[in-house]
């Protein structure tokens, strides 16, 4: 079961916000953890905001070391917020950023300059000429020059108090990518693989982002007297552990940190999810023995001795620091068969509930026996690769599926398909003299637009629309392949997703109310939506939380007294085996069939606008990741599946 999504369980008389602490920790490096980014973002702008107030009482400049990435957006959106309504004041900030793309026109889309002018420096007073960002501009042969006088520059104010720091996947921190030593200054740096492939999210594709940066050397950022360090999200689960509790070791330049004495790291609760104080708490500190620790605890032993959950024995328990929940709750074998038991209830080939059955231990309520399913798709390929296998036997068994697709999707089209379909267009209503000037004049529009695009230009409308037009299509031919009627497919576009860049609006009232709306009118009896959390572009996040909202805004309703929601995961990641409260079991067959389903979204095959660092297609993924969920039910003794795709329930 999950709570609300925000808010952390408070074991400890912390206040909401407040981050979490434990007596013993495994990180070398001070950290905090907060629910979520916006509390962990609103307590990092309020130290910077201390001491640029500070400063300006002791008649000084505060010198700012920046980043850019969308990890700390919500410090500039907090301090933006200050300055408009606290009268924060930036008249004595200068500022540095730790790098730029190399080369970079100033004025191109991706540069770092137009993201530190839309993040902060056009919303704030800080005088023209006091922010620096590494020029993308200078000649090759220039660059050494330049960036010494970077650092010359950093030092005739005085070196940097504070200096605010993002972390890649790879670890590195600038672009101090993997290999950078210790005692690196400010250089031209060759970008790591992965951080590319992170990067042709907002270059369009991996040819047309660059392969070069300047960035601070991992000196320069160790000098500032105090470091702060930022990750959301459970993508930076892994490397945030390697480099609080890791060795320092220039494989994840972040681990240098360790050698700071004023670094803090500010990290939201997915991006701890890896550490040993959340993975194995009871390794750290006392815990409250409750039914989600227990279970927690045994499928972690049973997975890391490789013994199925039956087989454990009490000396298991004891050897791996367990003793005091034998002590508290009971012996191996009660707790095994507890355990076990549970984990079975929790397999059902009945998604929307088994007829005529006793259904007190099953998932799901056997009645009403057909129910209404409302499924929400954030993109048009969600509800497949996710929960496809779901999905049809929803289908196969009778109940009246719906599916809610979120957004357009249109940004992930390349120009190429869209051009494809556009020129099909104009060619057809051509031979056929088709008697619609101005239909035929949008696609010729579209069409000659995509052929003259460059690389760093934005969509046009009607581009846009075509892209989205064929997103659309794919869904529906999923509609029609799983068999439901086309009706049953609901369009929301939602609007904070139309910016035609990667970067969206904030969800807004005009979002909350499309999926009101479409809630209103199907009167689920099950809702079905993408809790996946880590998508790069926050897209899911921003879905999930239309639909908290609109459930929440609905809850009084009569036909919501007889709804259930149930969270599934994209193409990202998966539910912890201890969270997972429904598992639907997949053959060898049905796992194809879910290929086939898949594969009905042409655009999104082969080399994709947005492939991320996984270089897995997406059936590929999916399907590794529905196995591993079987492959691990098997590990912990229960029966043997091909595949099974797996759901937690919201209790709103
Ligand atoms: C940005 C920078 C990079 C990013 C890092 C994380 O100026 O130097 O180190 O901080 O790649 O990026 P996000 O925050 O987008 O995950």
Redesign the pocket.
């Known amino acids: 079961m999950i709570s609300e999504p925000s808010v952390i369980e408070n074991t400890s008389g912390r206040q909401p916000g407040e981050p979490v602490q434990s007596a013993i920790t495994y990180e070398k490096i001070p950290t905090h953890i907060y629910a979520d980014a916006k509390d962990a973002s609103r307590a990092v702008a309020h130290e910077i905001a201390d001491l640029i107030r500070e400063k300006q009482q002791q008649g000084k400049l505060c010198v700012l070391g920046l ?6 957006k919500t410090v500039y959106a907090e301090l933006i917020r200050q300055h408009r309504e606290e009268g924060l004041s930036f008249h004595n900030v200068v500022t540095f ?3 730029e793309y190399y080369p970079m026109e100033p004025d191109s889309l991706q540069s ?1 300059v137009r993201f530190m002018k839309e993040q902060l420096f056009d919303h704030v007073d800080i005088p023209e000429g006091n922010y620096h960002i590494p020029d993308g501009t200078v000649p090759v042969n220039k660059v050494a020059e330049f960036s010494r006088s970077y650092e010359e520059k950093i030092q005739s104010y005085g070196g940097l108090d504070f200096q605010l ?5 790879n670890g ?4 101090n990518e993997p290999g950078s030593l210790i005692n690196s200054h400010t250089r031209l740096m060759m970008l790591d693989h992965s ?1 590319r492939a ?1 990067a042709a999210m907002d270059f369009g594709s991996l040819a047309k982002t660059p392969k070069k940066a300047i ?1 601070m050397g991992v000196t320069s950022i160790l000098a500032a007297r105090r470091v702060v360090l ?1 990750a959301w999200g459970e993508r ?1 689960a892994p490397v945030i552990r390697a480099a609080l509790e890791g060795t320092v070791t220039e494989s994840i330049p972040a681990s240098f940190l360790q050698t700071h004495r004023n670094a803090l790291f500010v990290i939201d609760q997915a991006a701890a999810s890896d550490l040993t104080r959340m993975q194995t708490p009871w390794l750290v500190d006392t815990v409250e023995w409750d039914n989600h620790m227990i279970k927690k605890a045994v499928t972690y032993l049973s997975r890391t001795l490789g013994k199925p959950v039956l087989k454990l024995t009490n000396k298991d328990y004891n050897d791996n620091g367990m003793s005091d929940l034998l002590a508290q709750v009971g012996q191996a074998y009660d707790l095994n068969i507890d355990v076990f038991n549970q984990l079975q209830q929790t397999i059902t080939g009945w998604p929307g509930g088994k007829p005529n059955a006793d259904d007190k231990k099953r998932p799901e309520r056997a009645l009403p026996a057909s129910k209404r399913c409302l499924i929400f798709s954030p993109h048009p390929d969600d509800d497949i690769i996710s929960m496809g296998g779901t999905f049809q036997r929803l289908h196969d068994q009778g109940h009246e599926v719906h599916v809610g697709y979120q957004t357009s999707g249109n940004i992930a089209v390349a120009d190429d398909e869209a051009l494809r379909f556009a020129d099909y267009v104009v060619d057809f209503n051509e031979k056929f003299g088709i008697d619609s000037p101005e239909a035929t004049q949008i696609f010729r529009d579209a069409a000659e637009s995509l052929r003259e695009k460059k690389g760093s230009e934005m969509d046009t409308d009607e581009v846009r629309y075509i892209k989205g037009l064929i997103r659309k299509g794919e869904a529906k031919s999923t509609c029609r392949f799983v068999g439901i009627p086309v009706e049953n497919a609901h369009f929301l576009n939602m609007p904070f997703y139309e910016t035609g860049k990667v970067e969206k609006k904030p969800l807004g009232e005009a979002d909350i109310q499309v999926v009101m709306d479409v809630i209103t009118k199907v009167k689920p009896h099950q809702i079905y939506a993408a809790g996946d959390l880590a998508d790069p572009h926050g897209t899911h996040k921003v879905c999930l939380d239309a639909i908290f909202e609109a459930v929440r805004r609905l809850k009084n309703e009569d036909f919501m007294q007889d709804c259930w929601v149930w969270l599934y995961r994209g193409a990202w990641a998966e539910w912890d085996i201890h969270e997972i409260e429904m598992a639907v079991p997949m053959s060898p067959d049905q796992l194809v069939r879910k290929r086939l389903g898949i594969f009905k979204h042409q655009s999104q095959k082969d080399g994709v606008v947005y492939q991320g660092t996984d270089s897995r297609e997406f059936w590929q993924r999916a399907e590794e990741r529905n196995k591993a969920t079987a492959g691990l039910y098997n590990q912990l003794g229960l029966a043997e599946y091909e595949a099974m795709e797996a759901f937690v329930r919201w209790h709103f």
Do not use: C, E, Q, V
Request: proline letters at 4%.
């Open positions: 980043a850019t990435g969308s990890s700390p950023n730790l790098d770092y720091l993002g972390i890649g996947g590195h921190i600038g672009f951080t992170a960035t930022l930076k």
